[in-house]
């Protein structure tokens, strides 16, 4: 989207500037529309155009995507060391510690004990930065997860 304050000046001085933002701009949707349709063609699947995609590459050089499709109350996470297998996400299922909680007390098994505080969403462990960029996607994406409404547009919408 070009902005343009109320108070701007469209002169022989400042003609230039805009004609260069205009041209840049459908150069920049063409660009993060190849990006979704690449992150796409890796994961082999197809993304809408009103989806809201985010794509993170953790420290093994594991490729992550969050995929939140406008109204749906979950997002799918697709996971490069997880063969793209589509995984149903929800916030309330990302964990911190969670093996710990799940115990209760109990004492882990000892095949478990040096996963014991890692993060977790649902049965995939994560690391750190992947469970904070987790989170990070679903506040972003919070308002995409509300139930549809016609004319919708964006996160200022109520």
């Given amino acids: 989207m070009i902005r343009i304050s109320g108070e701007a000046t469209l002169d022989d001085r400042t003609l230039g500037h805009f004609v260069a933002s205009a041209r840049n701009y459908p ?11 690449q992150l796409g063609e ?5 993304f809408g155009p009103a989806d809201d995609v985010l794509h993170f590459v953790n420290d093994c050089f594991e490729d992550l995507i969050f995929w939140q499709r406008r109204g749906e109350e979950f997002a799918t996470l ?5 063969d793209w297998e589509p995984r149903r996400i929800t916030p309330d299922v990302l964990r911190f510690g969670a093996l710990t909680a799940e115990f209760e007390g109990e004492e882990l098994p000892e095949s478990l004990q040096g996963l014991a505080g890692a993060p ?14 987790l989170g990070a996607c679903f506040s972003a994406t919070e308002w995409s997860r509300r139930p549809s409404t016609a004319g919708r547009t964006g996160p200022d919408l109520s």
């Fill in 78 to 82: 697709l996971h490069s060391d997880l």
């Fill in 120 to 133: 977790s969403i649902g049965d995939v462990i994560l690391d750190i930065a992947e469970a904070m960029w």
């Fill in 42 to 46: 890796m994961a082999d699947v197809e």
């Fill in 27 to 37: 150069g920049r949707y063409r660009g993060n529309h190849a990006i979704r349709t």
